[in-house]
């Protein structure tokens, strides 16, 4: 009789046990993703906002910790972790990715674009698929892509002309593509990170950059640079990159929500960029920035064989410019 209780007691601490797994909450992962601008930027927002998805659809099991301002490292830096898998997520503009496939410099090149609705249509699609698909044998999977701004020249010396950017010297972001526009122009070129622009340009270790408003209001390099020669050459992204390391942990059901996710916070980051850059154009003028209207054309002529020193990327101009 003592036998058959003990069997009972055991069978039941079984079912116990089982039940207690069965229910018990899958353990929490935590993720982190860094970026380097501050918290008020639309970088900053729209990565709380996937965060936030993310969380709320994953109920609670995946939650994504946002570090901003730099703090676990420069955008090259943090894109390198990104490949090796010690960092899960960061945020950096596309030409970062060209040091890990060199094509992603044919969506980057000068006046490629007509507005921000040919970029969506360019990079949203087809096109962005294919040209973000190189990275990922790098170990970086692009998730979705937020918007970083339109981008002229920005400098402590007016500038009207392609002639004027003779001799400056001029902060490109780290980038063929961009040093060789600078290059292009005649220009001192000084491939600088973001983070050191602002002691450059008040040392006067550079002149200009080619900048957007929002980058230039919120990191306050009008201090140091009242000029803005509005020639909105580049329209530059924010690709959300994530470790492939960290999306090969991933059951297929947790990878489709990160994908949603992505894609539901860049559109809210889109938005809110687009307002900001707008309103961040306005209170620069309220600052004493001068914005110069230059003649588009004469730019556009300026640029032009920048196009014939990439005969590899022919199919792609084509097929970015047939997009109505």
Not at 238 to 245: D, I, R, T, Y
Not at 254 to 271: C, G, N, V
Not at 278 to 294: C, K, S, V
């Amino acid at each position: 009789m003592a036998r058959k209780n003990q069997f009972f007691i055991l069978f039941l601490i079984v079912i116990l046990v089982l039940a207690i797994s069965v229910n018990a909450p899958l353990a929490k992962q935590v993720l982190r993703l860094g970026h380097e601008l501050p918290e008020n930027h639309p970088y900053h927002l729209g990565a709380l906002e996937f965060a936030r998805l993310v969380n709320e659809k994953t109920n609670g099991e995946i939650e994504i910790k946002v570090y901003p301002n730099a703090t676990i490292g420069k955008q090259k830096e943090m894109a390198q972790a990104v490949s090796m898998g010690q960092l899960d997520f960061s945020e950096a503009w596309q030409g970062v990715l060209e040091a890990f496939d060199k094509n992603i410099g044919s969506v980057t090149m000068p006046y490629q674009y007509r507005d921000w609705d040919h970029v969506w249509e360019v990079l949203d699609g087809p096109i962005g698929e294919e040209v973000f698909k190189g990275v990922e044998a790098k170990g970086i999977k692009v998730v979705s892509v937020f918007f970083n701004g339109t981008y002229s020249f920005v400098s402590s010396v007016p500038i009207k002309t392609p002639e004027d950017v003779k001799g400056i010297k001029l902060r490109t972001q780290p980038s063929n593509v961009f040093i060789e526009f600078g290059e292009m122009l005649g220009a001192v070129v000084s491939p600088l990170a973001f983070s050191e622009v602002y002691n450059a340009l008040q040392l006067g270790t550079v002149d200009a950059e080619i900048q957007g408003p929002i980058n230039v209001y919120k990191s306050k390099h009008y201090e140091a640079a009242n000029w803005t020669c509005e020639t909105k050459m580049f329209f530059l992204l924010e690709p959300l990159m994530m470790s492939m390391k960290t999306w090969n942990k991933l059951d297929e059901s947790q990878q489709q929500i990160i994908l949603e996710s992505a894609k539901e916070a860049a559109i809210y980051q889109r938005k809110l960029a687009e307002k900001d850059e707008n309103d961040a154009r306005e209170l620069l003028i309220a600052q004493g920035m001068t914005f110069y209207q230059p003649d588009r054309a004469v730019w556009e002529e300026a640029l032009k064989p920048m196009y014939d020193k990439h005969p590899e990327w022919k199919d792609i101009f084509a097929r970015i410019q047939a997009l109505k």
